[in-house]
């Protein structure tokens, strides 16, 4: 019974040490935290490029906000008439102008970071602009 007993104490120690472990090594992220909070902390952002980077990116929303209305609407259109090419070329043409205008925007957003932030944030958002749905407008997260 004793060593029952020593047993089960040893098994709940080692438990309790790996959860405390775990929960030192990689803490849980933050569920709700939006996009600028999330690139202060990511990007080691100051006061004054955290509020450059948030009037860019408040300024961006309507453009594509715009961009993605358009494209909408033309797949909308194609579907209705999907062998049509004008309307492909039109759908390909106004992906183009969001993915174009977009890229613009994060350069210009990692050009208010530091150099070697800027460089690793444009390695984490570049990839997403060609997978972007446009179902609304793109997120800097």
């Known amino acids: 019974m004793k060593r029952l ?26 569920v709700a935290e939006d996009q600028m909070t999330w690139l202060t902390r990511e990007f080691a952002l100051s006061p004054t490029q955290a509020a450059a980077i948030e009037k860019l990116h408040y300024d961006y929303v309507p453009v594509c906000s715009e961009h993605c209305a358009m494209i909408v609407e033309a797949r909308e ?31 210009e957003v990692a050009a208010q970071m530091d150099a070697a932030h800027g460089r690793r944030f444009l390695e984490l958002v570049v990839p997403k602009i060609s997978r972007h749905q ?3 407008p793109f997120g800097l997260k």
Do not use: F
């Not at 047993?7 to 080692?14: E, F, I, Q």
């Open 77 to 107: 259109r194609l579907a209705a008439q999907p062998t049509d090419p004008a309307l492909r070329v039109e759908v390909a043409q106004k992906e183009k102008l969001c993915a174009d205008a977009t890229l613009a925007h994060v350069h």
């Open 5 to 30: 007993a020593l047993l089960l104490a040893v098994l709940l120690g080692v438990g309790a040490a790996s959860y405390a472990l775990t929960r030192m090594l990689w803490p849980v992220a933050a």
């Open 134 to 136: 446009h179902h609304g």
